[in-house]
């Protein structure tokens, strides 16, 4: 499985403007195990309450039934689970989105997809969000700049809610220059669209994306 992302990256690489048309069959027993073995054992549970080591039993058969309702298109991501955190200096709070314990198996799988692909695309100063790649490299790469340039102006810029605000059409037409696949754009807006649920609310999510969840699988 590492093999075919490897070589799908490669071809991502080499060609800035080829189509991938059929990515969703990767999605499979095999690539869900391994994410299943590298999720952190710690991290909240959804609204299922379920956490690593208790899906871990019978783990086989979890992940043989979960294949076959992707591939009959019965899957249905359950609502997130709505937290707030404090915002890091400020008096602010953060929403947070905690998705239940197999639907973060899905967007895991799906996230190794997408990075496979996008990380051709993306340039070299950015950072956010990318494997192996964090604000401590971020900032060694900044104070580089600032020793070693010219330098007049600092800007530090951000977009107020953009994580809230996301609009799903214009993602999935973004998304649709690289990857042509119905199934995979049919995945991912039944992630956007499962809902959030917050103190026993159900809300729907007609827009944005929730952190902790999809753009961070």
Same mark, same amino acid.
């Given at each position: 499985m590492? /093999?075919? @992302?490897?070589?799908?990256?490669?071809?991502?690489?080499? =060609?800035?403007?080829?189509?991938?048309?059929?990515?969703a #069959?990767?999605?499979?027993?095999?690539?869900?195990?391994?994410?299943h073995?590298? +999720?952190?054992?710690?991290?909240a549970?959804?609204?299922?309450?379920?956490?690593k080591?208790?899906?871990?039993?019978? @783990?086989s058969?979890? @992940?043989?039934?979960l294949?076959?309702?992707m591939?009959q #298109?019965?899957y249905?991501?359950?609502p997130?689970?709505?937290?707030?955190?404090?915002?890091?200096?400020?008096?602010?709070?953060?929403p947070?989105?905690?998705?239940a314990?197999?639907?973060?198996l899905?967007?895991a799988?799906l996230?190794?997809?997408?990075?496979a692909?996008?990380?051709?695309?993306? +340039?070299e $100063?950015?950072f956010?969000?990318?494997?192996?790649?964090?604000?401590?490299?971020?900032? =060694?790469?900044?104070?580089?700049?600032?020793?070693?340039?010219?330098?007049?102006?600092?800007v530090?810029?951000?977009?107020?809610?953009f994580?809230?605000?996301?609009d #799903?059409? $214009?993602?999935?037409?973004f998304?649709g220059?690289?990857?042509k696949?119905?199934?995979?754009h049919? @995945?991912?807006i039944?992630?956007?669209?499962?809902?959030? +649920?917050?103190?026993?609310e159900?809300?729907d /999510?007609?827009?944005g994306?929730?952190?902790?969840?999809? $753009?961070?699988?």
């Amino acid at each position: 499985m590492i /093999t075919k @992302l490897a070589k799908i990256a490669d071809v991502a690489k080499a =060609k800035p403007k080829e189509q991938f048309t059929s990515l969703a #069959h990767l999605i499979n027993e095999e690539l869900l195990e391994i994410c299943h073995h590298e +999720m952190d054992p710690n991290k909240a549970s959804g609204i299922d309450r379920v956490m690593k080591e208790k899906y871990g039993e019978s @783990l086989s058969n979890k @992940l043989q039934d979960l294949v076959v309702q992707m591939k009959q #298109h019965s899957y249905h991501p359950q609502p997130v689970k709505r937290v707030y955190i404090p915002k890091t200096g400020t008096k602010e709070l953060r929403p947070l989105g905690i998705p239940a314990y197999e639907d973060k198996l899905v967007q895991a799988a799906l996230s190794k997809i997408l990075n496979a692909i996008y990380e051709a695309d993306f +340039m070299e $100063c950015s950072f956010g969000f990318r494997p192996n790649r964090g604000c401590h490299d971020a900032l =060694k790469v900044l104070n580089h700049i600032i020793e070693k340039s010219k330098i007049n102006y600092i800007v530090d810029a951000d977009i107020k809610g953009f994580f809230n605000h996301v609009d #799903h059409q $214009c993602l999935l037409k973004f998304i649709g220059h690289r990857i042509k696949d119905p199934n995979i754009h049919h @995945l991912i807006i039944r992630l956007l669209k499962s809902g959030v +649920m917050y103190k026993g609310e159900f809300s729907d /999510t007609t827009e944005g994306t929730p952190q902790g969840g999809l $753009c961070k699988a």
